[in-house]
């Protein structure tokens, strides 16, 4: 295993990664599910590796630790694939919701042949890309199946808010609709957060995705927020904006939710030439859209 960043102990088993909810196929999650690991891109991992000079930047980035090679199942020596490891986002959680959303209104990078760049402009087109700068790709709530590509294909600038307004349904529905607001504020501040760091990154990112998850487990809400004296339980946070619970417990050190940007195949470090317009455009309907979900 070559390490470039943080290090991790090893590759024990793996096995297909069931929260992969886009994306190209071949993504396992290693035994122990702290981490996935994930066909090598070249330019991913130049990605991954140039982000150390930026760390408000890298720490909305799944923790990189590095790639490895692996001979084909079939133990022949001669067939060895190589593999980027990675962070697995949905650790730590016991009832993980997760939801994949494509940032940004161009998707083809910049090599891309002519063929590439009209089939990826047509693309956007077709979605909510090119008129919101953001389209779900994928979405899998805790027990029930991946949303297939179709039904994200077919998404609207108007259904767009219900799919996603459809992604918290099981926070009300498993917890409750206190709790579902106050996954939806977190995230608003999770993302402005992140808006932040990109409005002063230099960087190209087409194709890269936003994602979201969290946890729909009952009992782990009721730990956090315990009911008071008065029989209430009130989720510290959502009025006053505040992470954590009423002992002081920080939500997101104990994996209550998360978001970070994946995907890199067609992200680029580009000094000198500013940020990334349209994929802040993208980030900034992504806030816009949750803001609504609370009007």
Request: aromatic share 8%.
């Amino acid at each position: 295993m070559v390490v470039q960043e943080q290090a991790h102990p090893g590759v024990g088993r793996t096995q297909e990664f069931e929260y992969q909810v886009a994306g190209h196929p071949g993504v396992l999650v290693v035994e122990g599910n702290d981490m996935i690991i994930k066909p090598l891109n070249q330019r991913e991992k130049q990605f991954y590796e140039g982000a150390s000079p930026h760390p408000g930047f890298k720490s909305f980035m799944p923790v990189y630790y590095g790639t490895l090679q692996r001979a084909a199942p079939d133990g022949d020596a001669a067939s060895v694939s190589e593999y980027i490891c990675l962070e697995n986002l949905v650790h730590g959680f016991d009832d993980p919701c997760v939801i994949d959303i494509k940032i940004g209104s161009r998707l083809h990078d910049i090599d891309a042949t002519d063929e590439k760049r009209k089939r990826m402009e047509e693309k956007a087109e077709r979605t909510t890309s090119k008129r919101l700068g953001i389209t779900i790709v994928g979405m899998k709530l805790h027990g029930q199946s991946v949303k297939e590509r179709d039904w994200c294909r077919d998404l609207t600038e108007e259904t767009i808010v219900d799919a996603i307004a459809h992604y918290f349904s099981a926070a009300a529905e498993s917890v409750s609709a206190g709790y579902r607001d106050y996954l939806v504020w977190q995230f608003i501040t999770e993302a402005t957060e992140y808006l932040e760091e990109i409005e002063q990154a230099e960087v190209r990112m087409y194709s890269s995705s936003l994602l979201l998850v969290y946890d729909a487990n009952k009992a782990k809400y009721e730990r956090l927020f315990p009911v008071d004296g008065d029989g209430n339980r009130k989720t510290r946070g959502f009025a006053d904006r505040d992470c954590g619970s009423d002992d002081g417990e920080d939500v997101t050190d104990i994996s209550l939710l998360d978001m970070k940007a994946i995907d890199f195949a067609h992200s680029h470090w580009v000094p000198g030439q500013g940020p990334d317009e349209l994929y802040i455009a993208g980030i900034r309907k992504l806030i816009e859209i949750l803001h609504s979900l609370l009007a």
